[in-house]
T-cell receptor
């Protein structure tokens, strides 16, 4: 099992460009999450999907959209990238309620 | 913010010593989890303690939870250089985890 796979690993964008971060899990997990991690800020929740077909905003959703394409895949889209979105983005999934999160290895995004 | 808050922010100890990290949170929780992150990698789950539990052990890890004080501690015994990493607490409530900013642990060989 690969666990949680994120693509790409690295990306550089110019201000105003758009892109989609991909995330897929092969553990048949119900819930999936997108976090961003900035120095000194810890992990902040952008969006999550408690189950297939549902998505909810987290702490910092502005400037992002998500799609829960199916049970396996949860993508994060930046429609018009801004330098403030320079960060490391982590996708995670959770199986049963009250169980651990499984993280991908992250996407390091730089917006110039 | 409902984030967990770890204390201290940084900790440096000699190999073989014990390391203790503390976490405080603000809301009622279903469980509290501890994660470890090596530089440049994703977070890895260490241990989960449910709201009705007070103490839990896993190998060299010992976690306590005091829901009346809204606090938790993580003890790593007999530390090793390989334990050098950042450690995060994550109170879980509803469908969300509330990660803190972490404790950076350095174990000196």
């Amino acid at each position: 099992n690969a666990g949680v796979t994120q693509t790409p690993k690295f990306q550089v964008l110019k201000t105003g460009q758009s892109m989609t971060l991909q995330c897929a899990q092969d553990m048949n997990h119900n819930s999936m999450y997108w976090y961003r991690q900035d120095p000194g800020m810890g992990l902040r929740l952008i969006y999550y999907s408690a189950s297939e077909g549902t998505t909810d905003k987290g702490e910092v959703p502005n400037g992002y959209n998500v799609s829960r394409l199916n049970k396996r895949e949860f993508s994060l889209r930046l429609e018009s990238a801004a330098p403030s979105q320079t960060s490391v983005y982590f996708c995670a999934s959770m199986g049963q309620y009250n169980s651990p999160l499984h993280f991908g290895n992250g996407t390091r995004l730089t917006v110039t | 913010s409902q984030q967990g808050e770890e204390d201290p922010q940084a900790l440096s100890i000699q190999e073989g010593e014990n390391a203790t990290m503390n976490c405080s949170y603000k809301t009622s929780i279903n469980n509290l989890q501890w994660y470890r992150q090596n530089s440049g990698r994703g977070l890895v789950h260490l241990i989960l303690i449910r709201s009705n539990e007070r103490e839990k052990h896993s190998g060299r890890l010992r976690v306590t939870l005091d829901t009346s004080k809204k606090s938790s501690s993580l003890l790593i015994t007999a530390s090793r250089a390989a334990d050098t990493a950042s450690y995060f607490c994550a109170p879980f409530t509803g469908n969300q985890f509330y990660f803190g900013t972490g404790t950076s642990l350095t174990v000196i060989p």
